[in-house]
């Protein structure tokens, strides 16, 4: 049987929110949010709650909740063709995640080779790409 509070504390976890944020805007202490966490029947309410304050579908890990219509309507997170365009952001995410880490460990062995075979050329030319990439997320962060 899953863990409805450990599947929930991962996902708040893994978002990067506050979990004292998150405890203020529910209004329950921290200790309470813990001690929720460590529910493993934790009430498909409060994960709806949690899911509104994070911005999380939790109906992509939970399914049977869309089957509850008193947690579904005004403030409910799900919607119907939301939780698609929901999953796809998570999972675009994670590729972009993904990606940029392969990017970066790809530049990494590039400089390494460039180095070991005295290839200055390209090591300047692969400094200034990672330069150019800085300078630009920095402008656009203005």
Do not use: C
């Amino acid at each position: 049987m899953m863990h409805r509070g450990q599947i929930v504390e991962k996902i708040v976890r893994k978002t990067g929110y506050s979990l004292t944020k998150l405890a203020e805007r529910l209004d329950v202490s921290r200790n309470t949010l813990y001690n929720r966490f460590n529910n493993a029947n934790l009430g498909y309410r409060f994960i709806m709650e949690v899911g509104n304050v994070i911005h999380y579908d939790f109906t992509l890990d939970f399914p049977e909740m869309k089957k509850q219509p008193d947690l579904i309507g005004e403030n409910g997170v799900f919607t119907p063709g939301r939780e698609d365009r929901s999953a796809d952001l998570w999972r675009l995410e994670g590729k972009y995640a993904n990606l940029l880490e392969k990017y970066t460990k790809l530049l990494g062995i590039l400089v390494k080779v460039a180095n070991e075979n005295e290839l200055h050329a390209l090591k300047q030319e692969i400094i200034d790409l990672i330069e150019k990439d800085a300078i630009s997320d920095y402008k656009k962060n203005l």
